[in-house]
């Protein structure tokens, strides 16, 4: 079943910035939806981000818009999550997932995801 890796979490102080990676080897990406999706301690999955390539759509959950930003490099296969401004909400562990759309369902594999932690 399709895998994705994610990287690139770890802790930052407020108000920093990360960049998340999320590759798939031997698929690709830009043909699909792609989501980012966080878990927070103690807290469902929810879905943050996700963009769909055939028609354009793009997703932010009201809780991290105008902060982070999705992207994509199709030469590389690799999506992106650039998160600015964190706090303390924005600890957990981050996924992301391919999508039949956007939005959409995951038609792949969960990955072990990455942590962010948001502390000073």
């Known amino acids: 079943q399709l895998q994705v890796v994610e990287s690139g979490g770890g802790s930052v102080q407020p108000g920093g910035s990360l960049r998340l990676s999320c590759a798939a080897p031997g698929f690709t990406l830009n043909y699909h939806g792609i989501g980012w999706f966080r878990q927070a301690p103690g807290k469902e999955r929810e879905g943050i981000s996700c963009f769909a390539s055939n028609t354009g759509n793009i997703y932010y959950a009201d809780s991290v818009k105008g902060r982070f930003t999705i992207s994509r490099d199709n030469a590389k296969n690799t999506v992106y999550l650039e998160m600015n401004s964190l706090n303390s909400e924005d600890t957990g562990v981050y996924y992301c997932?391919?999508?039949?759309?956007?939005?959409?369902?995951?038609?792949?594999?969960w990955g072990q995801g990455t942590q962010v932690t948001v502390s000073s």
């Open positions: 997932a391919p999508l039949t759309g956007c939005p959409g369902t995951n038609f792949g594999s």
